[in-house]
Protein backbone atom coordinates (compact mmCIF):
# COMPACT_ATOMS: atom_id res chain seq x y z
CA UNK A 1 0.00 0.00 0.00
CA UNK A 2 1.20 3.68 -1.15
CA UNK A 3 0.58 6.58 1.12
CA UNK A 4 0.27 10.33 0.44
CA UNK A 5 -0.35 12.97 2.79
CA UNK A 6 -2.06 16.41 1.80
CA UNK A 7 -0.27 19.05 3.60
CA UNK A 8 -3.00 21.27 5.46
CA UNK A 9 -1.68 21.82 9.08
CA UNK A 10 -4.12 20.05 11.46
CA UNK A 11 -6.57 19.31 8.39
CA UNK A 12 -3.54 17.62 6.50
CA UNK A 13 -4.82 13.42 6.05
CA UNK A 14 -3.59 10.42 4.21
CA UNK A 15 -4.67 9.10 0.65
CA UNK A 16 -4.50 5.25 1.10
CA UNK A 17 -3.73 3.52 -2.27
CA UNK A 18 -3.73 -0.42 -2.72
CA UNK A 19 -5.60 -3.44 -2.98
CA UNK A 20 -7.84 -4.92 -0.82
CA UNK A 21 -8.60 -1.56 1.03
CA UNK A 22 -12.19 -1.99 1.35
CA UNK A 23 -11.78 -4.49 4.25
CA UNK A 24 -9.36 -1.82 6.07
CA UNK A 25 -11.99 0.97 5.70
CA UNK A 26 -14.20 0.91 9.07
CA UNK A 27 -11.02 0.50 10.66
CA UNK A 28 -8.97 2.96 9.18
CA UNK A 29 -12.49 5.65 10.25
CA UNK A 30 -12.45 4.37 13.76
CA UNK A 31 -8.76 5.20 13.95
CA UNK A 32 -9.38 8.24 12.81
CA UNK A 33 -12.12 8.93 15.90
CA UNK A 34 -15.21 10.02 13.19
CA UNK A 35 -17.90 8.84 15.00
CA UNK A 36 -20.02 5.88 15.49
CA UNK A 37 -22.84 6.70 13.03
CA UNK A 38 -22.58 7.39 9.14
CA UNK A 39 -24.06 8.22 6.10
CA UNK A 40 -22.52 6.82 2.89
CA UNK A 41 -23.48 8.83 -0.31
CA UNK A 42 -23.18 6.44 -3.35
CA UNK A 43 -25.06 5.91 -6.39
CA UNK A 44 -27.01 2.94 -7.47
CA UNK A 45 -24.49 1.20 -9.57
CA UNK A 46 -21.86 1.09 -7.21
CA UNK A 47 -24.52 0.24 -4.78
CA UNK A 48 -24.86 -2.79 -6.14
CA UNK A 49 -21.28 -3.66 -5.91
CA UNK A 50 -19.85 -2.35 -3.40
CA UNK A 51 -22.12 -1.47 -0.23
CA UNK A 52 -22.21 -5.10 1.29
CA UNK A 53 -18.26 -4.97 1.46
CA UNK A 54 -18.29 -1.34 2.66
CA UNK A 55 -21.03 -1.68 4.74
CA UNK A 56 -19.45 -4.83 6.84
CA UNK A 57 -16.23 -3.41 7.30
CA UNK A 58 -17.87 -0.65 9.03
CA UNK A 59 -19.85 -2.22 11.15
CA UNK A 60 -17.32 -4.47 12.51
CA UNK A 61 -14.98 -1.50 13.45
CA UNK A 62 -18.51 -0.31 15.75
CA UNK A 63 -20.09 1.98 13.07
CA UNK A 64 -23.53 2.27 12.11
CA UNK A 65 -23.90 3.39 8.62
CA UNK A 66 -27.22 4.41 6.99
CA UNK A 67 -26.73 4.56 3.06
CA UNK A 68 -28.32 7.27 0.36
CA UNK A 69 -28.04 6.09 -3.18
CA UNK A 70 -28.65 8.34 -5.73
CA UNK A 71 -29.38 8.20 -9.66
CA UNK A 72 -25.84 7.57 -11.63
CA UNK A 73 -24.18 10.46 -13.83
CA UNK A 74 -23.46 14.14 -13.83
CA UNK A 75 -27.43 15.24 -14.06
CA UNK A 76 -27.27 13.70 -10.26
CA UNK A 77 -24.90 16.67 -9.40
CA UNK A 78 -27.62 19.16 -8.18
CA UNK A 79 -29.24 21.45 -6.03
CA UNK A 80 -32.60 18.96 -6.45
CA UNK A 81 -30.30 16.19 -5.05
CA UNK A 82 -28.65 18.22 -2.14
CA UNK A 83 -32.48 19.00 -0.52
CA UNK A 84 -33.59 15.24 -1.41
CA UNK A 85 -30.36 13.97 0.40
CA UNK A 86 -30.74 17.22 2.99
CA UNK A 87 -33.91 15.72 3.66
CA UNK A 88 -32.92 12.16 3.99
CA UNK A 89 -29.80 13.05 6.31
CA UNK A 90 -32.74 14.78 8.71
CA UNK A 91 -34.48 11.85 8.88
CA UNK A 92 -31.89 9.88 9.68
CA UNK A 93 -30.94 11.69 12.58
CA UNK A 94 -27.45 11.61 11.39
CA UNK A 95 -25.73 14.25 14.63
CA UNK A 96 -22.91 16.87 14.09
CA UNK A 97 -20.27 13.88 15.78
CA UNK A 98 -21.28 11.70 12.86
CA UNK A 99 -19.81 11.53 9.32
CA UNK A 100 -20.21 11.38 5.39
CA UNK A 101 -18.67 8.84 3.29
CA UNK A 102 -18.53 8.95 0.10
CA UNK A 103 -18.75 5.36 -2.05
CA UNK A 104 -18.13 6.39 -6.06
CA UNK A 105 -17.12 8.41 -8.51
CA UNK A 106 -16.68 12.15 -8.97
CA UNK A 107 -20.54 12.84 -8.75
CA UNK A 108 -20.90 10.85 -5.50
CA UNK A 109 -17.92 12.34 -3.79
CA UNK A 110 -18.52 15.87 -5.03
CA UNK A 111 -22.25 15.70 -4.14
CA UNK A 112 -21.63 13.95 -0.40
CA UNK A 113 -18.37 16.65 -0.41
CA UNK A 114 -21.13 19.41 -0.47
CA UNK A 115 -23.24 17.55 1.85
CA UNK A 116 -20.29 17.03 4.58
CA UNK A 117 -19.66 20.81 4.30
CA UNK A 118 -22.83 22.22 4.56
CA UNK A 119 -25.60 20.04 6.94
CA UNK A 120 -24.99 20.87 10.53
CA UNK A 121 -22.66 23.57 9.30
CA UNK A 122 -20.04 20.77 8.84
CA UNK A 123 -19.66 17.71 9.55
CA UNK A 124 -16.41 14.70 9.11
CA UNK A 125 -15.98 13.51 5.53
CA UNK A 126 -14.26 10.38 4.03
CA UNK A 127 -14.06 9.87 0.44
CA UNK A 128 -13.60 6.23 -0.94
CA UNK A 129 -13.04 6.61 -4.83
CA UNK A 130 -14.21 3.95 -6.87
CA UNK A 131 -13.02 5.26 -10.47
CA UNK A 132 -10.02 6.52 -12.21
CA UNK A 133 -11.15 9.94 -12.46
CA UNK A 134 -11.93 10.18 -8.97
CA UNK A 135 -8.69 8.25 -7.28
CA UNK A 136 -6.36 10.77 -9.41
CA UNK A 137 -8.28 13.81 -9.03
CA UNK A 138 -11.64 14.88 -8.14
CA UNK A 139 -11.55 13.15 -4.10
CA UNK A 140 -8.48 14.78 -3.52
CA UNK A 141 -7.73 18.69 -2.17
CA UNK A 142 -11.33 19.33 -1.09
CA UNK A 143 -13.41 21.16 -3.95
CA UNK A 144 -17.00 19.82 -3.60
CA UNK A 145 -19.96 21.34 -5.38
CA UNK A 146 -23.14 20.43 -7.43
CA UNK A 147 -23.46 22.35 -11.29
CA UNK A 148 -26.06 24.42 -12.32
CA UNK A 149 -27.63 24.54 -15.99
CA UNK A 150 -25.79 27.96 -16.89
CA UNK A 151 -22.39 26.08 -16.06
CA UNK A 152 -20.30 22.96 -14.04
CA UNK A 153 -19.27 23.72 -10.19
CA UNK A 154 -20.73 27.17 -9.92
CA UNK A 155 -22.13 26.21 -6.39
CA UNK A 156 -19.44 24.62 -4.01
CA UNK A 157 -17.08 24.76 -1.04
CA UNK A 158 -13.48 23.93 -0.36
CA UNK A 159 -13.63 21.06 2.09
CA UNK A 160 -11.40 18.23 3.03
CA UNK A 161 -11.77 15.02 3.94
CA UNK A 162 -10.17 13.02 7.06
CA UNK A 163 -9.34 10.16 4.90
CA UNK A 164 -9.18 9.48 1.15
CA UNK A 165 -9.17 5.32 0.47
CA UNK A 166 -8.18 4.31 -2.81
CA UNK A 167 -8.53 0.55 -3.40
CA UNK A 168 -7.83 -0.31 -6.80
CA UNK A 169 -9.92 -3.28 -6.96
CA UNK A 170 -12.91 -1.27 -7.48
CA UNK A 171 -11.47 -0.39 -11.01
CA UNK A 172 -11.71 -3.97 -12.05
CA UNK A 173 -15.56 -3.32 -12.90
CA UNK A 174 -14.86 0.41 -14.07
CA UNK A 175 -16.00 0.40 -17.84
CA UNK A 176 -13.46 0.74 -20.27
CA UNK A 177 -15.18 4.08 -21.73
CA UNK A 178 -15.27 5.06 -18.00
CA UNK A 179 -11.14 4.08 -17.53
CA UNK A 180 -10.28 6.11 -20.47
CA UNK A 181 -11.82 9.24 -19.27
CA UNK A 182 -9.92 8.85 -16.63
CA UNK A 183 -6.97 8.95 -17.97
CA UNK A 184 -7.50 12.51 -19.30
CA UNK A 185 -6.82 13.58 -16.21
CA UNK A 186 -3.91 11.45 -15.56
CA UNK A 187 -2.26 12.62 -18.61
CA UNK A 188 -2.81 16.15 -17.54
CA UNK A 189 -0.52 15.76 -14.62
CA UNK A 190 2.24 15.03 -16.69
CA UNK A 191 1.61 18.11 -18.95
CA UNK A 192 1.36 20.70 -16.11
CA UNK A 193 3.93 18.92 -13.59
CA UNK A 194 5.72 15.93 -14.29
CA UNK A 195 7.62 15.68 -17.93
CA UNK A 196 8.95 11.71 -16.18
CA UNK A 197 5.24 10.81 -15.76
CA UNK A 198 4.37 11.94 -18.99
CA UNK A 199 6.69 9.79 -20.39
CA UNK A 200 6.07 7.21 -18.35
CA UNK A 201 2.70 7.20 -19.65
CA UNK A 202 3.57 7.16 -23.35
CA UNK A 203 5.93 3.85 -22.18
CA UNK A 204 3.11 2.30 -19.37
CA UNK A 205 -0.19 3.32 -21.51
CA UNK A 206 -1.02 -0.24 -22.89
CA UNK A 207 -0.31 -1.60 -19.20
CA UNK A 208 -2.68 1.25 -17.73
CA UNK A 209 -5.15 0.32 -20.11
CA UNK A 210 -5.15 -3.45 -19.10
CA UNK A 211 -5.53 -1.93 -16.19
CA UNK A 212 -2.34 -3.74 -14.65
CA UNK A 213 -2.19 -3.03 -10.85
CA UNK A 214 1.64 -2.44 -10.48
CA UNK A 215 1.34 0.17 -12.85
CA UNK A 216 -1.97 1.74 -11.95
CA UNK A 217 -0.92 1.82 -8.39
CA UNK A 218 2.67 3.79 -9.51
CA UNK A 219 0.89 5.95 -11.54
CA UNK A 220 -1.99 6.95 -9.31
CA UNK A 221 0.34 7.55 -6.02
CA UNK A 222 2.14 9.91 -8.37
CA UNK A 223 -0.72 11.71 -9.54
CA UNK A 224 -2.48 12.12 -6.17
CA UNK A 225 1.75 13.64 -4.90
CA UNK A 226 1.27 15.48 -7.15
CA UNK A 227 -2.04 17.62 -6.82
CA UNK A 228 -0.96 17.26 -2.85
CA UNK A 229 2.28 19.69 -3.15
CA UNK A 230 0.03 21.87 -5.39
CA UNK A 231 -2.83 22.21 -2.81
CA UNK A 232 -0.40 22.14 0.41
CA UNK A 233 0.97 25.36 -1.33
CA UNK A 234 -2.39 26.73 -2.15
CA UNK A 235 -5.13 25.09 -1.15
CA UNK A 236 -8.31 27.48 -2.36
CA UNK A 237 -6.89 28.17 -5.70
CA UNK A 238 -5.52 31.93 -5.55
CA UNK A 239 -2.71 31.03 -7.69
CA UNK A 240 -0.33 28.07 -7.98
CA UNK A 241 -3.65 25.61 -8.11
CA UNK A 242 -4.94 27.11 -10.74
CA UNK A 243 -2.57 24.73 -13.56
CA UNK A 244 -4.72 21.76 -12.36
CA UNK A 245 -7.16 23.74 -14.39
CA UNK A 246 -5.46 22.82 -17.90
CA UNK A 247 -8.15 22.06 -20.39
CA UNK A 248 -11.04 22.83 -18.40
CA UNK A 249 -12.03 26.06 -19.36
CA UNK A 250 -13.48 24.67 -22.68
CA UNK A 251 -13.90 21.15 -21.41
CA UNK A 252 -16.29 22.29 -18.61
CA UNK A 253 -18.16 24.41 -21.40
CA UNK A 254 -18.11 21.53 -23.54
CA UNK A 255 -20.13 19.21 -20.60
CA UNK A 256 -22.38 22.63 -19.67
CA UNK A 257 -23.80 23.00 -23.44
CA UNK A 258 -24.21 19.23 -23.71
CA UNK A 259 -26.44 19.22 -20.51
CA UNK A 260 -23.78 16.94 -18.95
CA UNK A 261 -24.81 14.18 -20.69
CA UNK A 262 -22.87 13.61 -24.04
CA UNK A 263 -19.28 14.26 -22.74
CA UNK A 264 -18.17 12.00 -19.44
CA UNK A 265 -15.86 14.88 -17.90
CA UNK A 266 -12.37 13.14 -19.01
CA UNK A 267 -13.88 13.05 -22.51
CA UNK A 268 -14.78 16.78 -22.49
CA UNK A 269 -11.39 17.56 -20.79
CA UNK A 270 -9.54 15.85 -23.23
CA UNK A 271 -10.79 17.57 -25.98
CA UNK A 272 -10.34 20.54 -24.01
CA UNK A 273 -6.28 19.62 -23.16
CA UNK A 274 -6.07 19.26 -26.91
CA UNK A 275 -7.01 22.83 -27.97
CA UNK A 276 -5.14 24.11 -24.93
CA UNK A 277 -1.68 22.16 -26.44
CA UNK A 278 -2.63 24.16 -29.64
CA UNK A 279 -3.56 27.49 -28.01
CA UNK A 280 -0.25 26.78 -25.86
CA UNK A 281 1.82 26.66 -29.32
CA UNK A 282 1.00 29.39 -30.59
CA UNK A 283 0.89 31.65 -27.55
CA UNK A 284 3.48 30.40 -24.89
CA UNK A 285 6.09 28.69 -26.95
CA UNK A 286 4.66 25.04 -26.72
CA UNK A 287 7.49 23.16 -29.25
CA UNK A 288 5.57 21.51 -31.89
CA UNK A 289 6.75 18.29 -31.51
CA UNK A 290 5.17 18.25 -28.17
CA UNK A 291 1.83 19.19 -29.12
CA UNK A 292 2.05 16.67 -31.27
CA UNK A 293 3.01 14.28 -28.56
CA UNK A 294 0.34 15.61 -26.46
CA UNK A 295 -1.92 14.59 -29.41
CA UNK A 296 -1.11 11.34 -29.71
CA UNK A 297 -0.90 10.13 -26.24
CA UNK A 298 -4.53 10.78 -25.79
CA UNK A 299 -5.56 9.10 -29.11
CA UNK A 300 -3.82 5.95 -27.23
CA UNK A 301 -6.07 6.35 -24.98
CA UNK A 302 -8.79 6.23 -26.75
CA UNK A 303 -9.80 9.42 -25.96
CA UNK A 304 -11.56 12.44 -28.67
CA UNK A 305 -8.82 14.87 -29.80
CA UNK A 306 -11.78 17.14 -31.92
CA UNK A 307 -14.74 18.29 -32.11
CA UNK A 308 -17.43 19.81 -34.59
CA UNK A 309 -19.90 22.31 -33.36
CA UNK A 310 -22.49 24.02 -34.65
CA UNK A 311 -22.70 27.86 -34.98
CA UNK A 312 -25.08 27.86 -32.23
CA UNK A 313 -23.33 24.94 -30.26
CA UNK A 314 -20.01 27.61 -30.51
CA UNK A 315 -22.33 30.40 -29.04
CA UNK A 316 -23.47 28.87 -26.45
CA UNK A 317 -19.88 27.42 -25.36
CA UNK A 318 -18.51 31.23 -25.58
CA UNK A 319 -20.86 32.12 -23.43
CA UNK A 320 -20.60 28.91 -20.72
CA UNK A 321 -17.21 29.85 -20.61
CA UNK A 322 -18.07 33.41 -19.44
CA UNK A 323 -19.70 32.19 -16.38
CA UNK A 324 -16.20 29.69 -15.82
CA UNK A 325 -15.01 30.51 -11.99
CA UNK A 326 -11.59 31.73 -14.09
CA UNK A 327 -13.78 34.39 -15.64
CA UNK A 328 -11.95 38.01 -13.86
CA UNK A 329 -12.98 41.32 -15.10
CA UNK A 330 -14.78 39.40 -17.98
CA UNK A 331 -12.26 37.63 -19.48
CA UNK A 332 -11.74 33.94 -19.81
CA UNK A 333 -8.80 33.06 -18.66
CA UNK A 334 -6.90 29.77 -20.03
CA UNK A 335 -3.95 27.74 -18.56
CA UNK A 336 -1.22 27.22 -21.17
CA UNK A 337 2.06 25.29 -21.19
CA UNK A 338 5.36 26.70 -22.47
CA UNK A 339 6.58 22.74 -22.27
CA UNK A 340 5.32 19.23 -20.74
CA UNK A 341 6.17 19.68 -17.28
CA UNK A 342 5.86 23.09 -17.13
CA UNK A 343 2.61 25.79 -17.65
CA UNK A 344 1.58 28.85 -16.80
CA UNK A 345 -1.84 30.27 -15.87
CA UNK A 346 -4.17 33.02 -15.74
CA UNK A 347 -3.47 33.95 -19.35
CA UNK A 348 -6.08 35.82 -21.30
CA UNK A 349 -6.45 34.69 -24.50
CA UNK A 350 -7.96 36.21 -27.67
CA UNK A 351 -11.56 35.09 -28.41
CA UNK A 352 -10.72 34.86 -32.10
CA UNK A 353 -7.49 32.70 -31.53
CA UNK A 354 -10.15 30.63 -29.53
CA UNK A 355 -12.33 30.51 -32.49
CA UNK A 356 -9.61 29.34 -34.69
CA UNK A 357 -8.53 26.18 -32.40
CA UNK A 358 -12.25 25.48 -32.41
CA UNK A 359 -11.67 25.46 -36.54
CA UNK A 360 -8.99 23.70 -36.10
CA UNK A 361 -10.47 20.57 -33.81
CA UNK A 362 -13.31 20.26 -36.67
CA UNK A 363 -10.96 19.88 -39.11
Not at 249 to 277: D, M, R, W
Amino acid sequence: MRKVTVPLGDRSYIIHVGTGLLARLGRECSGLGLGNRCAVITDQNVDRLYRKEAIQSLESAGIRADVISISPGETAKSLKSVQACYDRLAAMRLERGSFILALGGGVVGDLAGFLAATYLRGVGFVQVPTTLLAQVDSSVGGKVGVNLKAGKNLVGAFYQPRLVLCDLDTLDSLPLREHRAGLAEVIKYGIIYDAALFRRLERDLDKLLKKEKAALGNVIARCCAIKSEVVGQDEKEGGLRAILNFGHTIGHALEAISAYGKHLHGEAISIGQVAAARLSRELSGLPPSEELRVERLFARAGLPTGIHLSQLQRTRLFEAMQLDKKVSDGEVKFVLAERIGRVRYGLGVPSDRIHAVLDSLSA
